[in-house]
Structure formats: structure tokens, C-alpha cells
């Protein structure tokens, strides 16, 4: 009895000591952030840059099946610290190279799990690890974002009318709510990226990266509100057509679970990027560090560029001898326009196949004859088709219009970030680069990572783009330009579809179906071809209005879409933003700035130092505040030691072409 009494002491004291307070702490290689994860009868992490609290501590767990709740009373087994500093390839992408320099923390704990921390220069993540044999069901996940002051936020909220019963049915379309997180609106849900602004001029902006096999996190006002709480969409187990000309699905019905998935893998990334100067966000690779690699091995066939689109303008040509619209003649006309403007692509929108069912073809429509035309003018075709026509026979449909020689696909009305849409996504990205097509996925949540997985898919909406141009004349467009290079670009690409030709004065402006026209002027559209990112990017306005404005349709023409070098020259978030950006031995360069005018200076100390360079600007006219069309086309001779000042109109922009 003795020696039973002295074993029961000596487990009771083990238990007791693998459960006190155990804190670690994890810093970034330049010593500025510091993350610290306190172990006790929950696992809190809290992060602090120089002297400031990022975020107050919070907690983390992941609830499986049998009320396995990883997290609660958690055991430490052992912990392990590494410094990583290696880099790796982007050729689709913003730069040439990413320097991928971090410190990593992996908690392993009893139960079969472990969490990994990273911590870089400019932020910090974790994610959850399972080791189980056989497949879990994960039930929930409590991601907490505690603050300790009631600090302003800009906040994308989900507002989609489609289905008020289900708030995860959502285009991800969403102007940005300036509020204090207190003010967090009722009754509805945000989801990422947003951002945080603290009163000493520092800037966070928090997301998720490696979206795979896994819904989406929404978030949602904590009960104290200060801070937030997670939400995420159960799996769908009851479907209906819906949504827009029934188009997409809407769910009737959902699970008690997130997702039903293997035991061993890793689970998407929490991330928050911090900045002290704005103009950091808004060239920031977190994302891109934190994804998995490309699984395609040979990607020499993906080739990156620029789209004539036809839905935007309502296929709306004229001054020729034939009827516009969806037909043989009319996309001829875009190819003939593509190929000697150089533009890569022509995108068939909707209405040239029986929309649920792509492999019936408008009557009107000659596809063979189009692909055979745009072929022999260096012009590849990009066919559009709802999700739910792709999904039904995806295998089928590609293997069909790769034959055809079809280039790729746009993917619209996903809608959806629930564990079931994500997976369909992997497969379709899967199944499209199996038959070398490129895909731009439209309607679609926000990039998490998987445009690196899969390089094939070289864009992604989730961005209330220009198409809104067409219905929402109170959207304050030149202030959400200036907004999302700090926000929603940092986690990949944009579908935003610039290249207007009619542009407006705030007070002139008016939405239009057939001859639409942008908020802001001439410039700013023009500098959007090098702000925004978009390997593959869209050229909205019709053939007929760009070579009426041969000059701008010349200049757009010349800006690449991917390139090996950015710099983030200034900006403040929604006031105005400057990018440089470089490919091969030229220079681009776009400036745009809100309603507001300003008065900027440009700096051009990032040329090579002892050279002579041509710069093409084009700058605001002096009239640009009352006709937005108005502009100044100049080019003169720069160096690295030329500053040069320039006046942006009311929604202006600057743009420049430097070699």
C-alpha cells in the first residue's frame, strides 16, 4: 500500500508539473516583434512590435469529434526553435525573388498535436497540426483577436442579399467600413483581409494563408467587444440552384462540422502583417511565404497578360457594317483589336454557351472558327462559365476546349468559402493544369495562397471591382482604389478590371450599362495597370472607345503584368498610394490619390545610379477637375538624383513608363 501511495504522489506531482504555466516566447529576425505564448489551461499568444501591443493576449483551440477539444488544458511534450533564411522563385508574380526569413516555435503537445508559430520582420502566424492515424472531424476552431484599446478599423462586411438566411453565401464584395472595433455592425460578419490602425501610425492587417481542404474564417465582434471571434461556415450537406439566373448553389442545409478530413496535416495559417509606414502594405509577401510550392513542375506554358473583355462594355462597338453582340463577327472584331494592340487574350463572357451547360454553344457563336482566328494573330481565348457548369463535368469540359485549343477558363459565381467550394477550387486548379489552361477565378473569396500552389490560376476577384461602376453611382471608388493596395492586395492578386476611357468628375459621374464610365480621371486608370496586381488583367473598356484613345491604349498595351522587382515608393491607406515597378531593364510607375487632390513629389533615386533614362509620363491635365478625360503626355530625360513635382486632380493619377 505504501509503494501504491508513493506512485500515485509521484504521478499526482508529474500531471501538477506538466500542467503549470509554461510561457515561451518566439522574436523576429530584426528583433522588433515579439511573440509570446503563455501554456496553462489554454494556450493564449499575444504579439508586441518595438514597445506596442499588437494584440492583447489571445487564445486558440480546435474542437474535434467526441468533444477533443486541442487547446484546453493543454500538455506540453517538448518544444523546438529554428531560424530560417533561404528564398525562392516567383516567375508569375510581383517580383522575381522572395526572401523568406523567419524564426520558427513548434509546440508539441499530448494528444497528438503541435501548433507552429512564425515570425517574421514585418508580422507573425500560426497554425494547428494534428498527428492522428485515422480522419477527424473538426467540429469548430476559435481563432480570438483581443485588442487592449478600442482602436478604428476598416472592415469588409459581408453584404450579399442573395440568401439573408445563410451569411456565407458571399461575392466578397465590399467597400471598407471605417469603425472603432467596439462598433463592429450588428447582425452581420466581416472577413478578411482587414485592418487595424493604432494611434502610433502603426497599421495591421490580419488574414489567413494555405486555405486548403478547410472553410474560410469570418469574424464577428467578441461579447466584451474588444475584440474579435471567429465564424466559419459549416459543410454543406443540402444544395439548391440560385443566386443570380440560378447560376450558382445555395445552401438549404449544413452539418454540425466544419470538415471531415485526414488526421495528419497542417491547417491554414492565422496570420497579421504589422507596418509602421503605410506604404509597407502595400508590398508585402506573407502570403506568398506561408503557401505551399507549386505542385506543377513545368509552368513554362503559363504565360501571364492582358485580356480584351467584352461584358463590361456590353460588347458595345460600332461604326462598323455589322450588328454588335454576341457573335462570330463582333469577337473577331476583339481579336483583330487584341492582336495589333499586342493584348494577349480575348475573353468570351457569358452568353456564348448555354450558361448551365457549356457544352452547347450560342448558335451565333462560330467558337471553332474564333480559336482558329485568334490563333493565326498571336491571340489565346479565355472562355467564361458559371462554377456550378464547370463543377458538374469539370474533367470533361476541360479535356474538350483544351482540344478545341481554348487557353483557359474564368470561373464565376463561386460565392462560397465553405470546406466543400474550397476543395472544389483545388480540383479545378488541379484538373485545369492537367490540360494547361489558365484560370481566373471570378466571384470568388480572397486568395490565400493557392495562386502559388497552383500557378495556373493567374487571378482572383474578390474585389469589388470596376464592373460596379455600372450600378453604384454612391460607392466612393477613388477612395477604395487608395484602400486596397494596403488591404486586400496583400493576400494576391486582383480582378478589378480597369481600363475605363470614359472617366468622371465626382459630380459628373453616372452609371451606365452600355457606355460606362469610371470614377476619377484618365490618369488614374492609367496608373491602375501598374498598382494593382493582376498577372492576368482585363482591359474593360471596348475596342472601339480604347483606339479612339490610341495613345492611352498604346501606353496600357506596354505595361507588363508580372515583373522582378517592386518597390512601394509612398502612400497613406485611402488617401493615395505609389508603386514602382520593374521588369527586365524597365521602369512602370503609378500614383493614384482619392477625391482630394494632391500635390506630389516623385523621387527617382531608385534608378541606377550613373544613368540616363527616358521617362513617358502621363500626368493630370490642367483641366482634369472638370473634364476627368483630360491629361498631359511628356517624355524627358531623367536620372537617380531627378525629383520631380506634379499636381493629381481631384480622383487623379500619375503614370510612367521609364527605360
Given at each position: 500500500m505504501?509503494?501504491?501511495?508513493?506512485?500515485?504522489?509521484?504521478?499526482?506531482?508529474?500531471?501538477?508539473?506538466?500542467?503549470?504555466?509554461?510561457d515561451f516566447n518566439i522574436i523576429s529576425p530584426n528583433g522588433k516583434i515579439d511573440v509570446k505564448i503563455a501554456v496553462n489551461d489554454k494556450i493564449l499568444w499575444s504579439i508586441s512590435h518595438e514597445k506596442d501591443l499588437i494584440l492583447a493576449p489571445s487564445e486558440m483551440t480546435m474542437t474535434l469529434d467526441g468533444n477533443v477539444i486541442l487547446g484546453k488544458n493543454p500538455v506540453v511534450l517538448n518544444s523546438k526553435k529554428e531560424s530560417v533564411n533561404t528564398s525562392f522563385e516567383t516567375p508569375l508574380y510581383k517580383k522575381k525573388t522572395v526572401k523568406n526569413q523567419y524564426n520558427k516555435l513548434t509546440i508539441n503537445f499530448k494528444n497528438d498535436f503541435a501548433i507552429e508559430f512564425r515570425v517574421f520582420d514585418d508580422g507573425a502566424a500560426y497554425r494547428f497540426i494534428t498527428k492522428k492515424k485515422k480522419e477527424i472531424t473538426v467540429k469548430s476552431e476559435e481563432v480570438v483577436l483581443n485588442f487592449d484599446q478600442d482602436y478604428n478599423t476598416l472592415m469588409p462586411y459581408v453584404r450579399d442579399l442573395r440568401n439573408p438566411k445563410d451569411q456565407f453565401i458571399s461575392s466578397f464584395e465590399s467597400h471598407y467600413e471605417n469603425k472603432k472595433i467596439s462598433e463592429f455592425s450588428k447582425d452581420t460578419l466581416a472577413f478578411l483581409p482587414f485592418l487595424i490602425d493604432y494611434k502610433n501610425h502603426k497599421k495591421a492587417v490580419f488574414l489567413e494563408a494555405d486555405l486548403e481542404d478547410y472553410p474560410g474564417l469570418f469574424i464577428t465582434n467578441n461579447k466584451n467587444k474588444t475584440g474579435f471571434e471567429s465564424r466559419f461556415s459549416k459543410y454543406p450537406t443540402q444544395e439548391t440552384n440560385?443566386?443570380?439566373n440560378f447560376l450558382n448553389k445555395l445552401i438549404t442545409e449544413r452539418a454540425d462540422y466544419l470538415v471531415k478530413t485526414k488526421g495528419t496535416r497542417t491547417f491554414p495559417w492565422r496570420a497579421i502583417v504589422i507596418a509602421q509606414n503605410d506604404a509597407d502594405l502595400a508590398n508585402n509577401d506573407i502570403v506568398q511565404k506561408l503557401a505551399e510550392p507549386s505542385r506543377i513542375k513545368d509552368i513554362s506554358w503559363i504565360?501571364?497578360?492582358?485580356?480584351?473583355?467584352?461584358?463590361?462594355?456590353?460588347?458595345?462597338?460600332?461604326?462598323v457594317d455589322f450588328k454588335a453582340g454576341i457573335n462570330t463577327q463582333t469577337y473577331k472584331y476583339y481579336i483583330d483589336f487584341a492582336s495589333k494592340n499586342k493584348v494577349e487574350y480575348v475573353v468570351l463572357d457569358e452568353g456564348w454557351s448555354v450558361e448551365t451547360d457549356i457544352m452547347k454553344h450560342n448558335p451565333n457563336v462560330d467558337l471553332e472558327e474564333l480559336i482558329a482566328y485568334a490563333k493565326e494573330r498571336n491571340v489565346g481565348i479565355i472562355l467564361w462559365a458559371s462554377w456550378m457548369?464547370?463543377?458538374?463535368?469539370?474533367?470533361?469540359?476541360?479535356?474538350?476546349?483544351a482540344k478545341l485549343g481554348v487557353k483557359g477558363f474564368k470561373v464565376d459565381f463561386i460565392d462560397r468559402d465553405d470546406a466543400k467550394m474550397v476543395n472544389s477550387v483545388y480540383d479545378i486548379a488541379q484538373k485545369a493544369a492537367n490540360h494547361k489552361l489558365i484560370i481566373d477565378f471570378h466571384g470568388m473569396y480572397k486568395p490565400t495562397g493557392i495562386q502559388r500552389t497552383y500557378p495556373n490560376i493567374l487571378n482572383f476577384e474578390g474585389v469589388k471591382?470596376?464592373?460596379?461602376n455600372k450600378w453604384t453611382p454612391n460607392d466612393d471608388v477613388p477612395l477604395y482604389d487608395c484602400t486596397i493596395p494596403f488591404i486586400?492586395?496583400?493576400a494576391g492578386p486582383m480582378?478589378?478590371?480597369p481600363g475605363a476611357m470614359?472617366?468622371?468628375?465626382?459630380?459628373?459621374?453616372k452609371p451606365s450599362h452600355s457606355t460606362p464610365m469610371s470614377q476619377g480621371t484618365r490618369c488614374h486608370q492609367l496608373a491602375l495597370y501598374t498598382i494593382f496586381e493582376a498577372p492576368l488583367q482585363m482591359m474593360a473598356d471596348s475596342p472601339t472607345a480604347f483606339m479612339k484613345e490610341q495613345e492611352s491604349t498604346d501606353f496600357i498595351a506596354k505595361i507588363p503584368t508580372t515583373f522582378d522587382e517592386t518597390l512601394a515608393l509612398d502612400g497613406e491607406v485611402g488617401k493615395y498610394v505609389s508603386i514602382a515597378r520593374k521588369k527586365e531593364n524597365i521602369w512602370y510607375l503609378g500614383t493614384i490619390t482619392n477625391w482630394d487632390p494632391k500635390d506630389i513629389t516623385i523621387d527617382f533615386s531608385f534608378l541606377e545610379k550613373g544613368k540616363k533614362f527616358q521617362a513617358e509620363i502621363f500626368s493630370d491635365g490642367l483641366n482634369a477637375d472638370k473634364a476627368a478625360t483630360d491629361y498631359k503626355k511628356e517624355i524627358i530625360t531623367v536620372d537617380s538624383t531627378t525629383k520631380l513635382k506634379y499636381h493629381l486632380a481631384s480622383g487623379g493619377g500619375l503614370a510612367m513608363i521609364i527605360k
Amino acid at each position: 500500500m505504501k509503494n501504491i501511495f508513493i506512485l500515485f504522489c509521484f504521478t499526482l506531482a508529474n500531471f501538477s508539473f506538466s500542467q503549470k504555466k509554461q510561457d515561451f516566447n518566439i522574436i523576429s529576425p530584426n528583433g522588433k516583434i515579439d511573440v509570446k505564448i503563455a501554456v496553462n489551461d489554454k494556450i493564449l499568444w499575444s504579439i508586441s512590435h518595438e514597445k506596442d501591443l499588437i494584440l492583447a493576449p489571445s487564445e486558440m483551440t480546435m474542437t474535434l469529434d467526441g468533444n477533443v477539444i486541442l487547446g484546453k488544458n493543454p500538455v506540453v511534450l517538448n518544444s523546438k526553435k529554428e531560424s530560417v533564411n533561404t528564398s525562392f522563385e516567383t516567375p508569375l508574380y510581383k517580383k522575381k525573388t522572395v526572401k523568406n526569413q523567419y524564426n520558427k516555435l513548434t509546440i508539441n503537445f499530448k494528444n497528438d498535436f503541435a501548433i507552429e508559430f512564425r515570425v517574421f520582420d514585418d508580422g507573425a502566424a500560426y497554425r494547428f497540426i494534428t498527428k492522428k492515424k485515422k480522419e477527424i472531424t473538426v467540429k469548430s476552431e476559435e481563432v480570438v483577436l483581443n485588442f487592449d484599446q478600442d482602436y478604428n478599423t476598416l472592415m469588409p462586411y459581408v453584404r450579399d442579399l442573395r440568401n439573408p438566411k445563410d451569411q456565407f453565401i458571399s461575392s466578397f464584395e465590399s467597400h471598407y467600413e471605417n469603425k472603432k472595433i467596439s462598433e463592429f455592425s450588428k447582425d452581420t460578419l466581416a472577413f478578411l483581409p482587414f485592418l487595424i490602425d493604432y494611434k502610433n501610425h502603426k497599421k495591421a492587417v490580419f488574414l489567413e494563408a494555405d486555405l486548403e481542404d478547410y472553410p474560410g474564417l469570418f469574424i464577428t465582434n467578441n461579447k466584451n467587444k474588444t475584440g474579435f471571434e471567429s465564424r466559419f461556415s459549416k459543410y454543406p450537406t443540402q444544395e439548391t440552384n440560385g443566386g443570380f439566373n440560378f447560376l450558382n448553389k445555395l445552401i438549404t442545409e449544413r452539418a454540425d462540422y466544419l470538415v471531415k478530413t485526414k488526421g495528419t496535416r497542417t491547417f491554414p495559417w492565422r496570420a497579421i502583417v504589422i507596418a509602421q509606414n503605410d506604404a509597407d502594405l502595400a508590398n508585402n509577401d506573407i502570403v506568398q511565404k506561408l503557401a505551399e510550392p507549386s505542385r506543377i513542375k513545368d509552368i513554362s506554358w503559363i504565360k501571364p497578360g492582358k485580356v480584351a473583355w467584352d461584358w463590361w462594355n456590353d460588347w458595345n462597338i460600332y461604326n462598323v457594317d455589322f450588328k454588335a453582340g454576341i457573335n462570330t463577327q463582333t469577337y473577331k472584331y476583339y481579336i483583330d483589336f487584341a492582336s495589333k494592340n499586342k493584348v494577349e487574350y480575348v475573353v468570351l463572357d457569358e452568353g456564348w454557351s448555354v450558361e448551365t451547360d457549356i457544352m452547347k454553344h450560342n448558335p451565333n457563336v462560330d467558337l471553332e472558327e474564333l480559336i482558329a482566328y485568334a490563333k493565326e494573330r498571336n491571340v489565346g481565348i479565355i472562355l467564361w462559365a458559371s462554377w456550378m457548369a464547370i463543377h458538374n463535368k469539370t474533367e470533361a469540359v476541360f479535356d474538350n476546349y483544351a482540344k478545341l485549343g481554348v487557353k483557359g477558363f474564368k470561373v464565376d459565381f463561386i460565392d462560397r468559402d465553405d470546406a466543400k467550394m474550397v476543395n472544389s477550387v483545388y480540383d479545378i486548379a488541379q484538373k485545369a493544369a492537367n490540360h494547361k489552361l489558365i484560370i481566373d477565378f471570378h466571384g470568388m473569396y480572397k486568395p490565400t495562397g493557392i495562386q502559388r500552389t497552383y500557378p495556373n490560376i493567374l487571378n482572383f476577384e474578390g474585389v469589388k471591382g470596376l464592373e460596379n461602376n455600372k450600378w453604384t453611382p454612391n460607392d466612393d471608388v477613388p477612395l477604395y482604389d487608395c484602400t486596397i493596395p494596403f488591404i486586400r492586395m496583400i493576400a494576391g492578386p486582383m480582378d478589378y478590371t480597369p481600363g475605363a476611357m470614359r472617366n468622371a468628375t465626382k459630380s459628373e459621374f453616372k452609371p451606365s450599362h452600355s457606355t460606362p464610365m469610371s470614377q476619377g480621371t484618365r490618369c488614374h486608370q492609367l496608373a491602375l495597370y501598374t498598382i494593382f496586381e493582376a498577372p492576368l488583367q482585363m482591359m474593360a473598356d471596348s475596342p472601339t472607345a480604347f483606339m479612339k484613345e490610341q495613345e492611352s491604349t498604346d501606353f496600357i498595351a506596354k505595361i507588363p503584368t508580372t515583373f522582378d522587382e517592386t518597390l512601394a515608393l509612398d502612400g497613406e491607406v485611402g488617401k493615395y498610394v505609389s508603386i514602382a515597378r520593374k521588369k527586365e531593364n524597365i521602369w512602370y510607375l503609378g500614383t493614384i490619390t482619392n477625391w482630394d487632390p494632391k500635390d506630389i513629389t516623385i523621387d527617382f533615386s531608385f534608378l541606377e545610379k550613373g544613368k540616363k533614362f527616358q521617362a513617358e509620363i502621363f500626368s493630370d491635365g490642367l483641366n482634369a477637375d472638370k473634364a476627368a478625360t483630360d491629361y498631359k503626355k511628356e517624355i524627358i530625360t531623367v536620372d537617380s538624383t531627378t525629383k520631380l513635382k506634379y499636381h493629381l486632380a481631384s480622383g487623379g493619377g500619375l503614370a510612367m513608363i521609364i527605360k
